[in-house]
């Protein structure tokens, strides 16, 4: 119930297209859904976030796409450019705490 | 500017030969906490602190140890290191205002490698 499972493990795309990364989860009790993006030799870093109360969230090019009923939130990636190319890492979070549950990753290259 | 300091970034030790991965964070954050990351298991958590004096066990506390004696430094102590625990380490840093969802913020991550 405390697994985030993430797919897939690596994603190559051709600059402009669109990336998509799947997550789903068992815990109802997660309440914060933030993706996480890491550049090699680099720590992970918020990239954007969202709450279970609203079904999708825009950054720029960044999107969250969440559905309650089946336990599951995506992460698309539009107009995908080479400065992309990172690990993503969703994860989930229990209201009242901190601890992130992280999902295992998704290598995305993006290919000029 | 508002970071988290790790130390050492790379380091290669022996089996037993104890450790100190010391983390630091200048953002006045109650929450500290400890993660490796490994290949195809993406990041799991070791230990974690709410606040000074006050830490818990993460996912995978087995072989490490931590202490909280000031809120800026939460470092992570390897007794008598393994080769398992050869892995990439992140010390991460957010509030802790009890509501949830708060941003981590993470360091700059130190490889650690035990022979």
């Known amino acids: 119930q405390q697994q985030v499972k993430q797919s897939p493990q690596s994603l190559i795309v051709q600059k402009g297209g669109i990336s998509i990364i799947n997550c789903a989860y068992e815990?109802?009790?997660?309440?914060?859904f933030p993706w996480y993006q890491q550049f090699p030799g680099k720590g992970p870093a918020l990239l954007i976030a969202?709450?279970?109360?609203?079904s999708e969230k825009k950054e720029g090019r960044f999107t969250i796409s969440f559905n309650k009923s089946a336990k599951q939130f995506s992460l698309h990636i539009m107009d995908s450019q080479p400065g992309d190319s990172a690990t993503y890492f969703c994860?989930?979070?229990?209201?009242?705490?901190?601890?992130?549950?992280f999902g295992t990753g998704t290598l995305l290259a993006v290919q000029p | 500017e508002a970071q988290v300091t790790q130390n050492p970034r790379y380091l290669i030790t022996v089996t037993g030969k104890k450790l100190t991965v010391t983390c630091s964070q200048n953002?006045?954050?109650?929450?500290m906490s400890w993660y490796r990351q490994d290949p195809g298991l993406g990041l799991r958590q070791i230990y974690y602190?709410?606040?000074?004096?006050?830490?818990d066990k993460g996912d995978v506390p087995e072989g490490y140890k931590v202490s909280r004696k000031e809120k800026r430094n939460f470092p992570l102590i390897l007794e008598s290191p393994s080769p398992n625990q050869t892995s990439l380490y992140f010390c991460?840093?957010?509030?802790?205002?009890?509501?949830?969802?708060?941003?981590?913020?993470f360091g700059p991550g130190t490889r650690l490698t035990v022979l």
């Open positions: 953002m006045n954050h109650e929450y």
């Open positions: 815990n109802t009790a997660f309440d914060y």
């Open positions: 969202i709450r279970p109360d609203v």
């Open positions: 602190s709410m606040n000074v004096e006050v830490t």
């Open positions: 994860a989930a979070n229990r209201g009242a705490t901190n601890k992130l549950i």
């Open positions: 991460a840093s957010s509030f802790a205002s009890g509501i949830g969802g708060n941003e981590q913020f």
